[in-house]
């Protein structure tokens, strides 16, 4: 069979360039077999315009660096074959992020500004005693603080959240997620009242719609339709005791 010619059209601009306006750019491309989007856009880096940007690092859908979005959804390029897709790609940044030029964007501020908002950190009343034995964590629980752990922090929730594209301070999926992270830990000692000062307003759990586009964004399938609401749920109760 013959392999298809793809046609990339490609978002461009460099913020340090700024009277070169915003543009789509076209880039043809041989398909070869298992090509991927980022071996595609790593191809037309070498071979055709040495100046188009973008990001990645393990190419294996685990560091969430190659983000964007892919004929409009949000996706991991390195994980996205062009096979599944018309000869016709079309690739964009993601939005919500703080554009870096063409297809890089700035998530690793934005997840910074999460952790410290969301306070993510174990929060003990516990004295630290540098000679006691480590303590034992059953495995149910420490399965249960690992599953929201497998977030790459690769952005695809917030980019396709209607929420967080129109309130910046909104703490997405990903934020919501991580809360749920420390709450299911046993040695987190925060309150229901402290958590709700945290995600109890339309910045946090108040401002999420349900209708779970970060769930079908997410690449990594983390559970978040399920994080989500047992987050509201949390929540609803300590408002009502307030
Ligand atoms: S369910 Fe909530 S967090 Fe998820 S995409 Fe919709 S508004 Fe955003
Ligand atoms: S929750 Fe999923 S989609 Fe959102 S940042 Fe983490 S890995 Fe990416
Ligand atoms: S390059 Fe790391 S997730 Fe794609």
Redesign the pocket.
């Known amino acids: 069979m013959k392999n298809r010619t793809l046609t990339f059209s490609i978002f461009r601009y460099n913020p340090a360039t700024p009277e070169i306006k915003p543009h789509m750019q076209s880039y043809q491309l041989d398909e070869t077999t298992g090509m991927t989007v980022?071996v595609a856009l790593n191809r037309i880096r070498e071979e055709q315009d040495p100046s188009l940007m973008f990001?990645?690092?393990?190419?294996?859908?685990?560091?969430?660096?190659?983000?964007m979005l892919i004929n409009g959804k949000p996706r991991?390029?390195?994980?996205t074959l062009t096979r599944d897709y018309g000869s016709k790609i079309t690739l964009m940044p993601l939005p919500v992020f703080k554009l870096i030029g063409d297809l890089s964007v700035d998530t690793g501020t934005w997840f910074r500004h999460l952790s410290i908002k969301t306070r993510a950190w174990i929060h003990t009343n516990k004295e630290f005693d540098p000679k006691a034995l480590e303590e034992r964590m059953d495995n149910a629980t420490a399965l249960e603080i690992y599953e929201p752990e497998r977030c790459?922090e690769?952005g695809c929730c917030i980019a396709g959240c209607a929420t967080a594209n129109i309130r910046e301070d909104f703490l997405g999926a990903a934020g919501l997620n991580r809360v749920a992270r420390f709450m299911v830990d046993p040695r987190d000692h925060r309150t229901e009242q402290e958590y709700f000062e945290v995600v109890g307003s339309d910045e946090g759990v108040f401002g999420c719609y349900g209708l779970m586009a970060c769930d079908d964004n997410c690449?990594t399938q983390l559970p978040l339709q399920w994080q989500l609401a047992f987050v509201r749920r949390k929540m609803a109760v300590a408002g009502l005791k307030r």
């Open positions: 980022f990001d990645f690092v393990c190419r294996a859908a685990i560091c969430g660096s190659c983000a991991l390029a390195c994980k790459i690769c690449p």
